[in-house]
């Protein structure tokens, strides 16, 4: 209670920071619209313009067989597939996904049935608007929601790649562990039964080596660990 008065202070003078804080420029994204026409490439391209978060570059595609090819594709962050006007069906969705693997497609359509959109869900689409009902704040906060729920993912993919040396391989030394020898063991026993060739195990003990562990701590075994044989 004694220290109600500084937390008060602290509040206000978090609060005057924030009011006096520089507006933030909005997030650049570059969108990548494929299919629909481009009169709607138009007016998805004025409906993000308004956004106050959102810097959108929205650049058009005509055919899903083009994007492979398109220099755009590759620096695009998320991809809109319209399958209004366009000739685009929501089968080109898998097309989409191979060709672009690690970006969000967010389906855009003029069909209102709960099936369409279950069904683009299944396939993979981080989202289903219906084309009459897309406003700015209803495409900004769908499209916003996509990206970040792909960064999360692209983050998990990453620490689990730095994850998994560590399960395999000793974190002093960087040399492989007995999970990886038991692995590399049963690969081996595997593959001389497949062959019917011998396979042999050279097996090297340390005399002595715990008390040169002991005593050096963690210096002396590293070198003694990583030291190549001559």
Known sequence: ISNLPAFRFSIARQMAETATAPHQAPRGVRILHVGGSSSQADRLRSTLEQSRTL??????????ADVAEHPD??????????????GARLSALASLREVLPRLPILVIGDDDSEEIATEALAQGASGYLLSSEVGTRLLVTTLGAALGIQRALL????????????????QLTGLAN????????????AAARRS???LA????DLDGFRTINEALGNVGPVVRYTEEPE
């Open 55 to 64: 810097a959108c570059a929205l650049v058009h595609v005509d055919r899903v």
């Open 201 to 204: 195990v050279l097996y090297l």
């Open 73 to 86: 594709a590759k620096d695009s962050e998320a991809v809109v597939l319209d399958l209004c006007g366009g």
């Open 155 to 170: 983050q998990l993919d990453s620490a689990r790649e730095q994850a998994r040396p560590l399960a395999t391989h000793d």
């Open 196 to 198: 019917r060739h011998g």
């Open 178 to 189: 007995r999970v990886l020898f038991n692995d590399r063991l049963s690969q081996a026993v």
